[in-house]
């Protein structure tokens, strides 16, 4: 039985978010001859195959709100998102000259091309654009992920030096399902409990996912919820949001703190989508790149980094998400010049007003600095539905 408490675990979480340096992930590469990191942007690439090669999956957030970037602004426009211009910056100071290889999910044309980029500053790197299909017929959107997890296996073999079989694939694939249990239980116990887990906390563990093992994340999660639940902290007269719109550049943690400090519980979000892409577990036998197609083309969640055709389904996994937490209302925090989330606003609206449901937009970026017009913009909402809400 652990005996870390609350305050012992956040801490360890919050000491790994800060670190730009990525020391946890160093000292697991140093503890093994041959170790390999793979970096990625942290929407969604298949992480079971990086871990079935022996290699860690490190999640790249950018700079977060304290790095000052020099270097990145000389390589994209001023007009575009911040993370890619702070991870190149990171990339250039040294911060990851420990990554053996970095993949970028296709999520919009910023990324595709920081992969080139990425190509051209590091040539001795492994450097892989990993594109996801857009048609989610097995029979052609199958086929063609298919090829993509067998070129990223095939590619990783090489970088390794040895061959990943199946069944490294399914006991990582057990392994990552197990991990998304415990995700999924870490939200319902904050859906259920939210003044016992505060989603600041909640966010520091699961940024926490993005940087160390998969199995001791599990146990970090395991350690928290005993922890959280055993804590004694006072209710407060607070409204229940779902937080929607957030992407591959995270908003500050002082962000998330000023709307729960505006009277906001927090019961969902999308910050972390890598960490619950999957809806259910894949099956750990058979074809473990026949099961991770079926998976993602039939079971992943509803993202802007996933094109659905039909009007009539969009927005219905946020629906089925307030109704799910029993949320009063919505906030939409986008990334500023993001394309993919802000395209995707207007029909997510739509669908809220469409059902009479309050909510309120806003835009951040990774090192915004002013959280006072948040925390009013918040409150005033709030306020709003604990007043009108049930009129």
């Given at each position: ?9 956040v ?20 503890a093994?001859p ?11 690439v ?9 290699m ?21 426009q ?6 890619p211009?702070?991870?190149?910056e990171?990339?250039?100071t ?8 970095m ?7 910023v990324?595709?091309?920081?992969s ?7 040539k ?5 654009y ?39 694939i399914?006991?990582?694939i ?9 995700v ?8 259920d409990?939210?003044?016992k ?26 350690e928290y919820?005993?922890a ?6 006072p ?29 906001c519980?927090?019961v969902?979000?999308?910050f ?14 058979g ?14 969640a ?11 389904v969009?927005?219905?996994?946020l629906l ?6 029993g ?18 606003q ?15 937009t806003m ?6 600095g ?5 925390r009013?913009q918040?409150?005033?909402?709030a ?8 009129a």
């Amino acid at each position: 039985m652990s005996t870390k408490t609350v305050k012992d675990i956040v801490a360890n979480c919050q000491e790994i978010f800060e670190d730009l340096d990525f020391r946890r992930a160093r000292e697991w590469k140093a503890a093994v001859p041959g170790r390999k990191v793979i970096g990625y942007m942290p929407v969604y690439v298949p992480r079971e195959i990086v871990h079935a090669a022996g290699m860690l999956p490190l999640g790249i957030l950018g700079g977060g709100a304290d790095m000052e970037v020099i270097h990145g602004d000389a390589y994209y426009q001023s007009y575009i998102c911040r993370i890619p211009r702070s991870t190149i910056e990171l990339a250039i100071t040294g911060k990851l000259d420990f990554v053996d290889g970095m993949m970028f999910p296709s999520i919009c044309d910023v990324i595709r091309n920081l992969s080139g980029i990425w190509q051209l500053l590091f040539k001795d790197k492994y450097v892989r654009y990993f594109d996801a299909p857009q048609n989610f017929k097995d029979e052609v959107g199958g086929v063609f992920y298919a090829n993509e997890l067998r070129e990223l296996k095939e590619g990783l073999e090489q970088l390794g030096g040895r061959k990943i079989t199946d069944a490294d694939i399914n006991n990582s694939i057990d392994l990552y399902n197990e991990n998304r249990r415990w995700v999924n239980r870490v939200y319902d116990f904050r859906s259920d409990y939210p003044w016992k887990a505060p989603s600041a906390e909640v966010y520091l563990l699961m940024r926490a996912g993005m940087v160390l093992p998969v199995e001791e994340h599990t146990r970090l999660m395991q350690e928290y919820l005993a922890a959280a639940d055993a804590e004694s902290r006072p209710v407060k007269d607070n409204c229940r949001v779902v937080l929607t719109g957030a992407f591959c550049e995270q908003p500050p943690l002082n962000l998330i703190k000023s709307l729960e400090m505006a009277g906001c519980y927090i019961v969902d979000d999308d910050f972390m989508m890598v960490n619950r892409w999957l809806q259910r577990d894949v099956p750990a036998t058979g074809d473990p790149i026949d099961n991770l197609v079926k998976a993602f083309l039939h079971h992943s969640a509803e993202t802007p980094a996933k094109y659905e055709d039909d009007i009539n389904v969009k927005g219905a996994y946020l629906l089925n998400t307030i109704a799910k937490r029993g949320a009063d209302g919505v906030i939409f925090a986008a990334p500023s010049f993001c394309d993919p989330a802000l395209l995707d606003q207007p029909m997510l609206i739509s669908r809220v007003e469409a059902r009479k449901i309050p909510y309120i937009t806003m835009q951040y970026a990774e090192n915004s600095g002013q959280m006072q017009p948040i925390r009013e913009q918040a409150g005033t909402f709030a306020d709003s539905i604990k007043l009108w809400g049930a009129a």
